[in-house]
DNA sequence: TCTATATTTCAACAATTCACGAAATGTTGT
DNA sequence: ACAACATTTCGTGAATTGTTGAAATATAGA
């Protein structure tokens, strides 16, 4: 089956899942991920690899045991289209959507030219 | 001169400001509007154009009144370092702020750089 | 100094978000 | 079917955020 990037919905509901620290630190972890993809049977492009979430949760908590905390920051955040999540056997796998930064890096770089009339 | 990314909690902060979809239509319309800079007697730029707060309010809320609200929310996106506010007379008029912009375009490029080594 | 205009601050209330622990769900191997 | 493991969901309370209208502040002009 397909892994399809949610739609992003709303610009807003992206920055507010990324407008909180624990979620950001998520984000960044993810970011900073190797994202190994391989091609399945049928020929779509299948996310395989990511820290699971007791992986991400270890990192971001210190702690051993999973975080209910950590899972309800993750459902935003893949709610919002940022992360993809997958299970592998009995774990889920993070993967940051790269789709969606790219998709924030033109955001702002269109944001920056120059208007062609005043508004005010 | 390097943008330098700032630290987790404040580019959360940031995204905090954006999240709200009131302050992400200031800021929108901000980004739209031409941004004229005088250069002052000591060689400091200033930005000395933009729509009054005002008119920010006109536009958003279509009410003629100026909204405490959305002084609250400018406040918001100021404090976030997202758009420059100053004063013009009985006016304040606001712009956006376009280091910080250009400094979240360069957040997310960075992160679209493939990692040097894999972390999972 | 008085008045009108522009904007911010404040206080009260409503709504949303976050954290925590317990219970529920889904998966693997026996 | 059962046990162990990984993760999510749910309920509750605390904390934060957003809205509203009234009062306060700041500026310009007469």
């Known amino acids: 089956m397909a892994v399809i990037a949610p739609p992003i919905l709303d610009m807003s509901t992206i920055f507010k899942a990324l407008g909180d620290p624990t979620r950001l ?5 993810l970011c900073k991920c190797e994202y190994p ?3 399945a049977d049928n020929g779509d492009v299948r996310v395989v690899c990511g820290p699971t979430v007791g992986e991400v949760c270890c990192s971001v908590t210190g702690a ?3 975080n209910s905390k950590i899972s309800f ?3 935003e955040l893949r709610l919002a289209g940022l992360i993809l999540v997958e299970r592998q056997g009995k774990n889920m796998v993070c993967n940051v ?5 790219e998709m924030l ?3 702002f770089g269109s944001r920056l030219q120059p208007p062609i009339e005043p508004c005010c």
């Open 97 to 101: 959507n790269r789709q969606a930064v």
């Open 64 to 66: 051993e045991k999973i």
């Open 73 to 75: 920051h993750l459902k």
């Open 37 to 39: 993809l391989t091609l």
């Open 25 to 29: 630190q998520i984000f960044e972890l």
């Open 105 to 107: 890096q033109t955001y």
